[in-house]
C-alpha cells in the first residue's frame, strides 16, 4: 500500500522490544498490503499482550500516529480481558453443572465466582472454553482514514447487557477518568467499570466515545472499537456515530 504521496509504507523497523512476536513477518506484510489481521485466543497471555502491541505499533507507526499507542492498546485490552472471561465464564458454568440460562443457576454460580477470577482461574477455564470451541476472535481493519477492531465472544445474558449499557450511560456524563473514579471509588472493581474507562480515554484523545459499541449480534457478542485517523473516517454507524443527527 502507498500513502498519499505514492511512496511504499514499509513498517520493518520498530524497535527490539518486539523482535519475538510470533509471526512477525506475516502480520507486517498484512499491515504493508492493507489486509486485515484475525487472532483467535482464549486467554489474554503475555504472549498474546506482546502481539496486540505490536499490531497496534506496527499499525499506527505506518500510519503515523504513534501517539496513540498508550490508549489504543489500553482499549483493546480491556475489551480482549472482557471477552475472555466472558467465555471463560460459559466454561464454568458447565464444569458445575450449572445453566447459566437460567435465573436460580446463574445466580448461584455467579455467588461462587466472585474474588474467584484470578489469573490461575482465567489459565483454568480459558482452556475449557477452548476445548468447548469458545474463541475470541480479534480482528483489524484499516486504512490510512483509520483502523477499526471488531471482539467477537460468547452471547451476553440480558441483565448482563443491561448493566453494561447502564453503566457507559453514566460514563457519558464524565469527561475525564478522575471525575469518574472519585465519584465511584466504592465500586471501581463492578461490573463495567473498565468499559466506562475505554470512554473516558477515548474523550481524552478527542475521540468520540460513540466510536466503542458492544451488544448482541448474531447470538454472540461483538465489542467494536474504532481509531479515526483523518478526517475522513467514516464510522460504520455513518457520518454522525452518536445518533445526533436526523
Known sequence: MSDASGRTVIVDDLDGHYEDVRNRESILKAINTGQKLVFLTHVLSENMEHQLDFVIAALLKKY???????????????????????NAKEAYFKAEGLKIDQEEDYERGMARLRGAMNEAWIEKYGAAAKEMGLDVSITFEHNSDGVRVLVWSSPMKAREESRIRQKLAEGMRYDDIVAFYLANADQTEGEGIGLVMILLLLKAEHISPHLFRIGTVEQKTLARLEIPLSENFVSVRGADPAGHKK
Do not use: G, R
Open 64 to 86: 503515523d500516529q504513534e501517539h496513540l499507542q498508550s490508549t489504543f492498546y489500553t482499549c483493546l485490552k480491556e475489551i480482549v480481558i472482557n471477552a475472555t472471561k466472558a
